[in-house]
């Protein structure tokens, strides 16, 4: 992973030179060293040094090296996964001048440059279109050679790329600016925020800007994972305070809110699909896991746990609650009438249901998968350790059991049981 670098942005074009003229003189270049011949002049070093690696990937300068990017399904999942949708607004706004005239394009791509969102004029769209610089495409540097986005992530700094700086020809016609954005409580690299169009809109003052946008949003990550901390430490406190025990309150990522009768750390190394029950965790021992809203309680050196249980009330179709209960106490949600949808069908079927199969019993037709993809989104971050994927499913060792709402005639069944699975609104 590239460090961050001390290099302030360093724009194409300086403020006074001509863009026309820059643009001829670096067309020759890029001709000459295509062919292997003298150059009339060096390239900058950050783009020589670049065209060196893309040279030396194999990427074709005609055409690229034909990476395939990603489908619908895995943009959803990309945005989702990203922890870029949190600052997508803030992005936004700041960049919003820049793309008002309707010359340029904003995009957002994840740590391995494939384009998760872009944003801008009808027109600018149906030219990046034709450029393949779409939503899912991949623009690392290994794919497409030299450009903002993949130049950004190799070096871990601001670029901007003019012209015949880029590898690739077709791209010759166009300018772009990007700036990584990391994360700020580890350091690793989430994605770039660009600037893109047509070559002859190219500002020297563009890549700074993008620069300070990106490290705006850096600074509104840690304001997020500050404030979703402190909402986890006032539902895990009074759980601790119960328990008496040693334990530990972390957030998903395992960053930690609270702790009791533990020594002092900063996060605790979870697995990657983390679930409830027991489990061994690096400087902890034998552990374990309950469910928090936006997190888990974990329990150091307990017996074992007796399990996790839900309790889905839907008699009141306008109010639906949801009660989680574990051995150190119960916290409630009010899920959205559709949420408690889901999860009531859920409930009903232990084995789970793919995207297609929820959109059928969900919409009435198989094809809504995205919209599903999004609402389950959502869902997991309140419950994120009670629900499973690939299919939709609670976790096993989960009891589930639902009161129905009244046109139902079951009062009450765990989810082996046949439940009732009644209708709301979006």
Not at 218 to 247: N, Q
Request: proline share 7%; aromatic share 4%; hydrophobic share 40%.
């Amino acid at each position: 992973m590239p460090e961050p670098s001390d290099a302030g942005p360093e724009p194409a074009v300086s403020a006074g030179d001509d863009p026309r003229r820059y643009a001829q003189l670096l067309s020759a270049v890029y001709d000459a060293a295509m062919a292997g011949e003298k150059m009339p002049a060096r390239p900058r070093a950050l783009i020589g040094d670049s065209w060196d690696r893309v040279l030396d990937a194999g990427v074709d300068p005609d055409a690229g090296a034909g990476i395939p990017g990603l489908d619908r399904t895995g943009i959803e999942t990309g945005r989702h996964e990203s922890g870029l949708d949190a600052v997508l607004d803030d992005l936004t706004r700041g960049l919003d001048s820049v793309i008002a005239d309707g010359d340029n394009i904003l995009v957002v791509a994840d740590a391995l440059g494939r384009v998760l969102w872009r944003s801008g004029s009808t027109g600018v769209l149906r030219r990046a279109d034709r450029l393949g610089f779409v939503e899912g495409a991949d623009w690392a540097e290994n794919s497409v050679g030299t450009n903002a986005i993949g130049t950004a992530l190799t070096t871990g700094r601001a670029v901007q790329v003019f012209s015949a700086e880029h590898f690739v020809r077709t791209h010759h016609s166009w300018t772009c600016a990007g700036a990584p954005i990391r994360d700020p409580r580890t350091g690793e690299m989430l994605g770039v925020v660009d600037v893109s169009g047509p070559a002859a809109t190219i500002h020297p003052t563009t890549v700074a800007l993008v620069d300070a946008v990106a490290k705006l949003a850096e600074s509104r990550l840690r304001d997020h994972h500050r404030e979703s901390l402190d909402r986890l430490r006032s539902v895990a406190a009074p759980m601790l305070a119960r328990f008496g025990g040693p334990a530990v309150a972390v957030d998903h990522d395992g960053w930690v809110a609270a702790l009791d009768d533990v020594a002092p750390r900063a996060r605790v190394m979870l697995p990657s699909r983390a679930a409830p029950g027991r489990l061994w965790l690096h400087g902890l021992g034998e552990c374990d896991l309950e469910p928090l809203p936006g997190g888990w309680l974990v329990r150091v050196g307990t017996a074992a746990s007796s399990g996790t249980r839900i309790e889905l009330d839907l008699r009141d179709s306008r109010t639906p609650r949801l009660a989680v209960s574990g051995a150190t106490g119960t916290w409630a949600l009010q899920p959205s009438p559709r949420h408690a949808q889901i999860l009531a069908l859920l409930a009903g079927n232990p084995g789970g249901y793919s995207a297609a199969e929820m959109s059928t019993r969900l919409f009435g037709v198989p094809d809504r998968t995205i919209t599903v993809r999004a609402e389950m989104s959502r869902l997991r971050k309140h419950l994120g350790g009670l629900l499973a994927a690939n299919p939709y499913r609670f976790v096993d060792g989960v009891t589930v059991r639902v009161h129905p709402a009244a046109s139902t005639t079951t009062c009450g069944a765990d989810r082996s049981g046949a439940v009732g699975s009644p209708t709301f609104g979006t």
